[in-house]
């Protein structure tokens, strides 16, 4: 049965490697829901998020594809019960529909989004949470007039507590056996 | 460690070189002697400081950049070093994909440099630009774009190691000629580990154990060996083991030859077009012992149906493989070498003397229905193809290097040569590239000088790489090509035949004189057709100083059995 999983793959900063990770889902016919990259908690190192739905046997094969990749540390695959994870939304409105009426605002208290920046022409709101609640937001702000939405990528930690900084230093030692 | 530290020492004297003159030092201190390359605008930098040292580096120009990958992969396989090819920006790195994929999927060791439009250039569409490090992501182990020259020795040192440390294969290094111009304090260091990569994991001495056991007890041991034990240099490791415990031993395409084809254990070839008695008995087996192999579904048929019944021991070097397609219910993930070594330690003296019997009633029954007919054809048929390899298997008593291409002949060529020599075999197994061949025994000849080495081609592959013969006259190189002509492609017809009605789609070859061809490359050759003229023609073909193309006319309908049909059972094999 497909499920909703996230993958957390450690790696090494190096133009390409990005590529060379998502073509093994692309090769498999996965698609990729949601990503994300950015540096992790070891300096240089950095962390990729993705999300898939699908069966956990190909998952499993995934991840050992993703780790056969030479500048790759480690990979991780977790359900969403075995991971705290947010996701941010951005929302521009004309600031006229804040202007004249209190409805937007009233939204905006209760979904506790938040005023970004606020310029003559047009405000931009905030919102982070999980994907149903961006877009709980998206469908009450739709009749005032969106102007622009966009939404992040997941991004996600695991409940295990196992750090990746002891992985890593498994990854190193091994290497030089 | 003392000797690696005079070795850096020595290594740290401070150089000024250009980048396309540090290439061609990296590479001699890697060791390499032998490349294989086309030349062109982007990489002529390198050209250029490579005539400085054509004593110490032989670069042998093919016809084609694919000619230079296979040539690479002959050698790399035959020798047991990385095979390293050169090429230009554009079409030369596109020409190189092919043999990327073959090498990628049949774990071949292999660095191809590439030229690179200048890196102000990149993004332009330049002439001659292409993004060969985004095109062959898929089909490296490991691949980089290098724009400075001062990255060239850290990236050729891990190439290297990348190439031939854990599960082996290609990797692509893509210069930029800014880069080969510019000058640098050149400096190598071998590349001895990198920090993400563990090629070699250590074996679970736990599982060992646990696999050790399962042998001992097993009533019904079969062992599967492929390419990992040539990899691994485990020969003896695996001779030993085979002889300790007395299981029937059998082979993937890729590991033919890891042990002599007439070993008294080694009870032949598995998958689709494999021996009757190891495809049939895998589904009657208790316990599969998997060595240095990958259950392809050239082997394996359909996975549902494969093995079940038997516990499954798989030793291997790459964990993305354990599990990937049979499940192991013990893995020895490891250097095969080292695991053989820790095994042989735990596992009785064995033999299996009923077991084999069984074998050996199979092998009678497929000897009957198709190797009598296939070896010594009634006098009225055309020539088949397996008796032309029994009789080059007889002249030279199997001491020989035998490269194949793809389809039928490669078959006949895999199963009816007596393999004497430890890695005798090249062949396209993973991605069945036909042209592989010709190419191929060129690399695989220069590889092995002394040695006999033939290559086995048909009449269609051997029309796909065709211009290699070029290679052949220009290097003086004594390659003997066979050619098993029947004037098809004869596997698939042999489909269309089986599968689709015998509507023969564009199968029939209407070929050239291949004589008159040879002529004009200088190749002495001959053509025989009657069975009366076969002997003598193998006996010249081989006796020959020098290149030699024999072609030989086989039956033009014959088929390739056993063969278990895609999709089917092991057990669904089928002798007609």
């Not at chain 1, 056969?68 to 480690?74: N, R, T, W």
């Not at chain 2, 250009?18 to 982007?42: K, S």
């Not at chain 2, 590239?433 to 006999?452: E, N, S, V, Y």
């Amino acid at each position: 049965m497909k499920k909703q999983f996230t993958i957390s793959i450690y790696t090494e900063n190096l133009i390409g490697l990005l590529h060379r990770v998502t073509i093994i889902f692309t090769r498999r016919h996965i698609n990729i829901e949601s990503i994300t990259a950015s540096e992790s908690e070891v300096h240089g190192i950095h962390r990729y998020t993705i999300v898939v739905t699908e069966e956990e046997w190909q998952v499993k094969n995934v991840i050992k594809q993703i780790e056969k990749q030479i500048d790759v540390f480690k990979a991780f695959y977790h359900p969403n019960e075995n991971i705290v994870f947010q996701e941010m939304a951005l929302y521009k409105m004309p600031t006229t529909v804040l202007s004249e009426s209190k409805e937007v605002e009233k939204i905006v208290r209760q979904h506790h989004a938040r005023l970004l920046a606020v310029e003559p022409e047009f405000t931009i709101i905030e919102k982070t949470g999980f994907k149903e609640e961006t877009q709980a937001l998206f469908e009450e702000l739709k009749p005032h007039g969106i102007l622009e939405f966009v939404r992040s990528g997941r991004i996600s930690i695991s409940k295990p507590m196992k750090e990746f900084q002891e992985y890593f230093h498994e990854v190193e030692k091994a290497s030089k056996h | 460690m003392e000797s690696t530290k005079a070795q850096q020492k020595k290594m740290t004297k401070k150089l000024t070189l250009t980048g396309a003159q540090a290439v061609v030092q990296c590479l001699l201190a890697e060791g390499v002697d032998t490349i294989f390359g086309y030349p062109g605008g982007a990489i002529m930098p390198v050209y250029d400081a490579l005539y400085d040292f054509q004593k110490e580096i032989k670069h042998i120009m093919t016809r084609h950049e694919q000619g230079a990958t296979h040539a690479a992969q002959g050698y790399a396989r035959i020798s047991g070093k990385v095979g390293v090819c050169l090429a230009t920006s554009g079409p030369g790195a596109t020409n190189l994909i092919t043999g990327m994929a073959d090498a990628q999927l049949d774990s071949t060791p292999m660095v191809c440099i590439t030229g690179q439009v200048a890196s102000q250039m990149i993004g332009t569409d330049a002439f001659q630009e292409t993004d060969v490090v985004g095109i062959s992501m898929p089909v490296t182990k490991w691949n980089i774009q290098i724009t400075k020259a001062e990255e060239i020795p850290a990236a050729l040192a891990k190439a290297f190691f990348v190439a031939k440390s854990g599960k082996p294969g290609p990797v692509l290094i893509d210069i930029t000629k800014d880069a080969q111009f510019q000058t640098f304090e050149y400096n190598y260091e071998p590349c001895v580990n990198v920090r993400s990569y563990v090629p070699h994991p250590k074996v679970n001495l736990e599982a060992v154990k646990e696999a050790a056991a399962l042998i001992n007890q097993a009533k019904k041991p079969l062992i599967l060996f492929g390419h990992g034990i040539l990899l691994a240099e485990a020969k003896e490791e695996f001779k030993a083991f085979v002889e300790k415990t007395g299981i029937p031993a059998a082979w993937t395409i890729m590991g033919l030859s890891a042990l002599a084809t007439d070993h008294p254990l080694n009870v032949g070839m598995l998958g689709m077009h494999g021996n009757y008695a190891p495809n049939l008995l895998t589904n009657e087996c208790d316990v599969l012992i998997a060595i240095g192999m990958r259950f392809d579904d050239r082997v394996t048929g359909d996975t549902r149906r494969y093995a079940r019944q038997a516990k499954v021991i798989h030793l291997e070097i790459d964990p993305a493989e354990v599990n990937k397609n049979i499940p192991a219910d013990v893995a020895l993930i490891g250097n095969c070498k080292h695991s053989l070594k820790l095994l042989l330690d735990e596992v009785k003296r064995n033999a299996h003397t009923s077991w084999l019997e069984e074998f050996q009633k199979l092998t009678k029954q497929e000897v009957d229905k198709v190797i009598k007919d296939e070896l010594s054809p009634a006098p009225d048929k055309q020539i088949s193809m397996g008796e032309v390899i029994k009789h080059i298997s007889e002249v030279t008593k199997g001491n020989a290097i035998i490269v194949t291409d793809v389809g039928q002949h490669q078959m006949v060529a895999q199963r009816y040569f007596n393999y004497q020599l430890w890695r005798s075999n090249v062949t396209s197994g993973g991605l069945g590239t036909m042209g592989f061949a010709l190419p191929a025994a060129i690399g695989a000849k220069f590889a092995a000088p002394d040695k006999t080495v033939i290559a086995v081609i048909g009449d269609g592959g051997f029309q796909m790489t065709i211009q290699e013969l070029g290679t052949i006259f220009q290097t003086k190189i004594d390659v003997k090509i066979l050619i098993l002509n029947n004037e098809y492609l004869g596997m698939v017809r042999q489909w269309q035949d089986m599968f689709f009605e015998k509507r023969y789609s564009s199968v029939d070859m209407i070929n050239p004189d291949f004589q008159t061809i040879a002529k004009g490359y200088g190749i002495s050759s001959m053509k025989v057709q009657k069975r009366d003229e076969l002997k003598n023609g193998i006996e010249e073909f081989l006796a020959h100083k020098g290149s030699f193309l024999l072609e030989v006319m086989v039956g033009k309908e014959n088929n390739i059995f056993p063969m278990i049909p895609t999709g089917a059972s092991v057990s669904e094999i089928r002798l007609a």
